[in-house]
Structure formats: structure tokens, C-alpha cells
């Protein structure tokens, strides 16, 4: 029987990962990340969870500990945050590169210096194209749930996955969680079994020298993975539905239908807008809500599809990318570009470093983006002393 | 006589390996020993080339390629994982003195420090080869390389690996060169029979080009690290108990191992360096003597 507890993100990724029946666990505490660590060290002590816990050194090494347990054929997990996952770097590239369908999750934190723990997406965005799986969670039940339809993707295309949930705001609230019957998610997500693993009988080398007459097809092959994902998602979201009794999917709409406006969001700060989205149209304003669920593999022609013909677009960004605009608004507009359709995208940064984004606020996005005329590249929301708008050069805004 | 060391190869003929490469003989040296139940875990160094390129490969045993720093906890990952599958495979992080005693410097004390199940080889050629002779804290002093120029020889004393080895107490850690092979494929046997645990190997290497000796010289060069006293062979049980294992009689003098190698031509213009030199191996071996001395004392605690 499902049981049902109430626990916070970070407890509920802990959880997830103990109902995938991760077998080897590696991972190294960062704030707020730590509690994930510290539950399944419990988990793995108390016999709850038949697994080996690798207390690393350095999440470096812990993104290493996991590619080496992967290659020899173990479902490996990590959770880390921010600066830790900036540190793995180059072991996610090795986790694509050897092909390990290695699964963590990210608490977004902001990047230091200077130091804070407080939500901002810069820190998994930076890894966006590094091949790993992306998804964000935006309650504690999917924090859980989204690492179980990770595995059973990454699996099928030999690509890892990460499923990102935000600082405090998802990782320490508390939620009502279903925690799934095991044997319901032992039907769902079946023993891994990978087409190669390490081996002696088998004495195969992995990740050696390739020539030039190799390399570029390996990486071709990564990326015809990543497009089969697409579907394996989508197929993989709707089976979790019949097995799990939730329905998942790359994209989520809200009051889309007559929608002339659409807010496009991602992640825990979603709630929020689906808030704003029905305080607005209490007030007679068409908007809906446009939930990126998955950012790798991208959900282009889907995006397409749902945008078309639609007045305007509001993309959120709880992150940046200094020199260009936000992250998800430079993929949404070249998701859009071409399409005769295709509505003005209007991207506007919010609440970095884990400034409050209360409903308010994105009203106060939503008025903005039904007057504004000139989407400029980006459009800062609540720097002190400044309007919402595109960076007035030289004017000082620290106090 | 009968050499002591077995007769089976898991190294096939054709490797990458240049003319009289130490680190090439060593890990044929070292898989007799070992067996054919085992994986090699290989960061970046000299042996990302030696295996040879894909599709074909050198070595009988599985080899997983991995990132420069990151050969003792990817070692461990493996073992961990083989463990889950009731499988006592030796795993085998093999790595270069860069991998060890600079950039994974950090992920091998971790993996020391909680005792690894792992066979830890480092064949230490003396800089990093790899990427053309550049120095690493395993470059002795007064050594031309090519960030350490002739007229500005690497400054600093080689970093003493085994002593911070031996600070984690890992049950089992020793010194060797293929130009002593029973005594390496001795303390290889004893490495594996010290299985549960972390075993080191330091196993001096030569590297022709680097050292910039003859091909046909790679051995003697080696034989002449450990008659000079440069290279003791050595082990340490538990981090504690040292027995030298090789008393070379009479010791070679130092300038008969410097002069046999280009890379040593500093020490040609500076008498200074030689003294030191000299002055430095003799504090080590008389240090040797003392904790060689002292294991055979009964424990007093
Ligand atoms: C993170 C990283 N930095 C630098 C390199 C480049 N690199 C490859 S091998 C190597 C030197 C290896 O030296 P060592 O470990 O002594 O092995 P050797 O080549 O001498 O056998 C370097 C610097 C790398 N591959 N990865
Ligand atoms: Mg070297």
C-alpha cells in the first residue's frame, strides 16, 4: 500500500532514491543539500535501503565513485547544490561520455562569491550542455517521483539525468508526500541491465583512445540519445500514470486554452504563478501557465505547438546568462524562431539569489508584459530602486 | 636458477609504449601477479596511450579510462559496485606521479583513508610524460624538464609520497622498480594477499625520452636508482612497520646514477646539487634504518 507522509524535498528525493533501489550512493554535504545525504546514510544503515554509501571526499569524487560503480553495472545515485555540482563538471561529461545512466538531483543554490545558499538556477543551467537529462521539480511529490522516471529513461538511452529542485523553498518545505508501494515501482523501473558493464570474463577497455575517424560519431550517437529521451519521456510519464497513479510529462499547461497570454515558469516558484495566473483572470486578463517540466531533451516541438498564435510570452528566469538574457528565455525563442505564429518573448530575470517571487511580483510581470512594447534582450524584476526593465548602464543599484 | 615470477602475460605485443618504457614492463610485471580477475581503472597518463586505441587493446583484463584525479575513487566505485555482485575482483587504479602525487593527490587519501578495497599502483617516471616532460612534486631536485628549464632545475626536494601513504595506516604499502622483478612481483603477492584493504605500490619507472637515456639503458638506470640508494626498496605494514627489503652492497655512488641521464645535466654545472643530493638520500636511508630498526622492536603498546 501507498503510504502517506509528510516530509520535505529533500527528504522525498531521499526517498525517491531509496525506492529506485539505488545500489551504490555516493555523495558529499552542501547546504541545502545536506539533509538528502544524511537520510540515506540512514536509509543504507538502518537496512532500509540494500545499498553502498561512499562517503567521499569532494562531490568530484563523488561523481566519480558513481561512473565507476555505473561502468561495472550498479544503479548509482548523487544529490548535491551549486558550488558542488560546479565541481563534478568534468565527471558529468565522463558520466555522457562513457554512456552511465547515473541519476542526481540538484538543489539549485546560488553561485558564490559572494556566498549564499538561497535559490537560483544559474548553478544547473551552467551544465546545460554537458548531455545530461533535465528536469525540475516543482513539489516534494515529484522531487521523489521524478528521480524514479529519471532512472527509467536514462536506462533505456544510456544517458544520466538530473532532477533539479530549489533552495529552501522546495528542499525544506514540507509537503504531503504518496510514498508508492515498492512492488509498484519495482513493475515500473526493472533492474538495471546494462548492455556492457565491466567484467573480467569480458575484457573489454572503456573510454580509451579514439582517433578522428571515431570520435565525432560517438557524439552523434549522444545526441540521437538524447532525442530518442524525448519520447522514452513522454511514453515513460504516461506509464507512470497507469503504474503510479500520476501522469507526468515535459510540458505542463494551465488554463492554456484561451490564453492570450502565457507565463512560461520552471520549477517551485510555478506554484506561485499558478496563483497569479488565477488572480489574473479573475480580473479578466487571458493568461495561462506554461510549466517547463523537462529542459534536456528540450520539448521544442511541443513548445512550438502550444505558443503558436498566442499575444505574448513571459519567460521567468531564476538565473542568467550575463552577455545574452536568461537561460530558458534564449532556448524558448530559438525553440519559437521561424515559426510564422510564433508570439514575442519577453524574458524578465527574477528573484535571484533566492529574492522573495511572490504572487505580486508576477502580476506586477504580467502588467509589465501586456503594456511593454520592446522585449529587449532581458528585463530585470525588483532590483532596488529600478523599475522593471532592461540594465540601465552605470546606475548604481547596491545600498 | 628459477626466476620467481610467472610465467603467464596479460599484456599483449604492441603496445603504444616508447622503446624501454619503465611503466610499460612494470604492469607486466605486476598483472603476472595479479591475474586475470581484475579491472584496471587508468586515468590520464602515459597508459591512456599504451593500451592502444580503440577498437583494439593491450591488456587482457578489463581497462576503464577515466579522469586524470580520479583513479582511487573510481577504483573504489567498481569495487563497490562488484562486491553488490559477489565478485572479489581486484581492482586496479593505476596511475602516473602527476595522477598521485599532484592532481588526484585528494581522491587517493580519501580512498586511504576509508581503507579502499583497491590495489593502488603509482609507476612514477618522475614528471608528467604524458604531456611532454613537464615537472610534478615527484621530480627530484636540481631535474631539467621542460617547465624547469636548465638554467632554473626543478627547485624543490620530490615529495615523499610513501610517508603520507603511510600517515593514512593503510595495511599495506611498498617501493619497487622492474629492475628488481622478484622483488616486485613479491610485494605484489603480498599486496594481494593483504586484500579487505588499500594496498600502495610505488614503482619507479624510466622513461627514456624524459630522462633522456638510451632505450637499452632503461633498466640499468633503475638498477642504479636503487645500488645509489635513491630508490630504497622498502615496505610498510599497517603505516607503522618498515622493512627495507634490499641492502644494496657496495652502494653506488650518486654520480653514476645522475650521469647516466640528459635530464640530469644541472648537476654537470652545479657541484652544490650533487652534495645535496648525496646529503639528502643518506638522511633518508639512515631515517630508513631507524624505523626498520624500530619494527623489529616487540610492539610496546
Ligand atoms: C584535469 C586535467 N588536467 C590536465 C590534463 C593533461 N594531462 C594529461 S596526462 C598529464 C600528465 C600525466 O603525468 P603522470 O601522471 O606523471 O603520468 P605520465 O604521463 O608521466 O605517465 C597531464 C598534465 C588532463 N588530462 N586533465
Ligand atoms: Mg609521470
Known sequence: ?399 | MRWAVPEAEFVDPGTLGCQGCGGALSMRLVLKEVGDDAIAVLPACCWSIIDGPWPTHALRIPVFHTAFETAAVVAAGIKAAKRRQGRDTTVIAWAGDGGTFDIGLQALSGAAERNEDILYVCYDNEAYMNTGIQRSSATPRGTWTTTTPDENPEPRIKKDIMGIIAAHRIPYAATATAAYPEDLARKVRTAMEARGGMRFLHILAACPPGWKVAADQAIEVMRRAVRSRVFPLYEVRDGRHYTITYRPEPVLPIEEYLGLQGRFAPFGADPALVAAARREVDDRWAWLEEQHERSLQPATT
Open chain 1, 1 to 399: 500500500m501507498p503510504e502517506r507522509l509528510l516530509l520535505t524535498g529533500n527528504h522525498a528525493a531521499a526517498y525517491g532514491a531509496m525506492l529506485s533501489r539505488a545500489e551504490v550512493i555516493s555523495a558529499y554535504p552542501i547546504t541545502p543539500q545536506t539533509m538528502i545525504v544524511e537520510l540515506l546514510s540512514e536509509l543504507t544503515a538502518s537496512g532500509k535501503l540494500d545499498a553502498t554509501f561512499i562517503t567521499v571526499e569532494s562531490e568530484h569524487s563523488a561523481m566519480a565513485a558513481c561512473v565507476g560503480a555505473s561502468a561495472a553495472g550498479a544503479r548509482t545515485y548523487t544529490a548535491t547544490s551549486g558550488q558542488g555540482l560546479a565541481l563534478m563538471h568534468e565527471m558529468l561529461h565522463w558520466a555522457v561520455g562513457a554512456r552511465l545512466p547515473v541519476v542526481l538531483t540538484n538543489v539549485s543554490r546560488a553561485m558564490a562569491p559572494g556566498w549564499s545558499i538561497w535559490a537560483d538556477q544559474t548553478d544547473i543551467l551552467s551544465q546545460r550542455d554537458v548531455g545530461w537529462m533535465m528536469l525540475f521539480a516543482e513539489s516534494v511529490q515529484e522531487a521523489q517521483d521524478f528521480i524514479i522516471w529519471s532512472y527509467r529513461v536514462a536506462e533505456q538511452v544510456h544517458l544520466p539525468a538530473m532532477v533539479g529542485m530549489d533552495a529552501f523553498i522546495l528542499s525544506h518545505t514540507a509537503e504531503p508526500l504518496i510514498v508508492h508501494d515498492q512492488s509498484a515501482v519495482d513493475a515500473y523501473l526493472p533492474k538495471f541491465e546494462p548492455i556492457y558493464a565491466l567484467d573480467p570474463e569480458d575484457p573489454r577497455a572503456y573510454g580509451g583512445l579514439v582517433n578522428r575517424d571515431h570520435y565525432f560519431e560517438l557524439r552523434y550517437k549522444i545526441f540521437e540519445a538524447m532525442d530518442r529521451a524525448g519520447e522514452l519521456l513522454v511514453a515513460a510519464g504516461e506509464e507512470f500514470g497507469e503504474v503510479l497513479g500520476r501522469r507526468y510529462a515535459p510540458l505542463e499547461g494551465y488554463l492554456l486554452d484561451d490564453a492570450e497570454y502565457v507565463i512560461v515558469s520552471a520549477g517551485a516558484l510555478t506554484s506561485n504563478v499558478r496563483q497569479a495566473v488565477r488572480d489574473a483572470r479573475a480580473r479578466g486578463i487571458k493568461v495561462g501557465l506554461l510549466r517547463l517540466v523537462a529542459f534536456r531533451p528540450f520539448p521544442v516541438a511541443a513548445m512550438r505547438r502550444i505558443l503558436a498564435g498566442r499575444r505574448k510570452v513571459a519567460v521567468l528566469d531564476r538565473n542568467m546568462g550575463p552577455g545574452h538574457s536568461g537561460i530558458f528565455a534564449a532556448e524558448v525563442r530559438s525553440a519559437l524562431f521561424g515559426s510564422s505564429s510564433a508570439p514575442e518573448v519577453f524574458d524578465y530575470v527574477v528573484g535571484l539569489g533566492g529574492r522573495d517571487v511572490r504572487v505580486e511580483t508576477i502580476l506586477e510581470v504580467l502588467d509589465d508584459l501586456i503594456t511593454r512594447d520592446d522585449p529587449e534582450m532581458a528585463l530585470f524584476v525588483g532590483v532596488k530602486g529600478l523599475p522593471i526593465g532592461p540594465i540601465r548602464k552605470e546606475a548604481e543599484v547596491l545600498r
